[in-house]
T-cell receptor
């Protein structure tokens, strides 16, 4: 079965510092990877899809199949980036189910 | 364009009571999902549907039932609520492979 691991429950950085949220996955096939963000008491929003290779709000993520990782990065963190971040995997198939990691709570301090 | 709407937003139930959570989407999406979100556990899939009239079990289906009689609606039922079902419930839909659109969640407390 597929698994998504986000090793850090909490991550705290200062404004302007680089930030990297780690995501590792285990799946033998070719998955699609996503990052979702949830601001305080709001709904989850799609941040990135690896297949689209886009940059949203200054965040980027590269799929590393060798290391089975999909880390989320931003060179200069902003206070408004404080949120819960979830990495998710779609193993493919006809139901498009997502398996989520347990999330990382990012706090950006002023 | 409402997207995905969940009702109710909050509910307190007594143990043994029943209730239905409604998820409605106006994007003509085929796929719909119910997740529960618990501290330290992330999101876990309860049930899902790949089209009108179809449902399937997810990772944590016990104690829940679902129905998808209309394409735009996906109902989650709790027949006999238990304190372990205290959680935040999120509904999501998608067209297929493009990522989920989530509802705003239902915060359920079972006492």
């Amino acid at each position: 079965a597929q698994r998504v691991t986000q090793p850090e429950k909490l991550l705290s950085v200062f404004k302007g510092a680089p930030v990297e949220l780690k995501c590792n996955y285990s799946y033998s096939g070719s998955p699609e990877l996503f990052w979702y963000v949830q601001y305080s008491r709001q709904r989850l929003q799609l941040l990135l899809r690896h297949i689209s290779r886009e940059s949203i709000k200054g965040f980027t993520a590269d799929l590393n199949k060798g290391e089975t990782s999909f880390h989320l990065k931003k060179p200069f963190a902003q206070e408004e980036d404080s949120a819960m971040y979830y990495c998710a995997l779609d193993r493919g198939g006809s139901n498009y189910k997502l398996t989520f990691g347990k999330g990382t709570l990012l706090t950006v301090n002023p | 364009n409402a997207g995905v709407t969940q009702t109710p937003k909050f509910r307190v139930l007594k143990t043994g009571q029943s209730m239905t959570l409604l998820c409605a989407q106006d994007m003509n999406h085929e796929y719909m999902y119910w997740y529960r979100q618990d501290p330290g556990m992330g999101l876990r899939l309860i049930h899902y549907s790949v089209g009108e009239g179809t449902t399937a079990k997810g990772e944590v289906p016990d104690g829940y039932n679902v129905s998808r009689l209309k394409k735009q609606n996906f109902l989650l039922g709790l027949e006999s609520a238990a304190p372990s079902q205290t959680s935040v419930y999120f509904c999501a839909s998608q067209r297929g492979g493009y990522g989920y659109t989530f509802g705003s969640g239902t915060r359920l407390t079972v006492v």
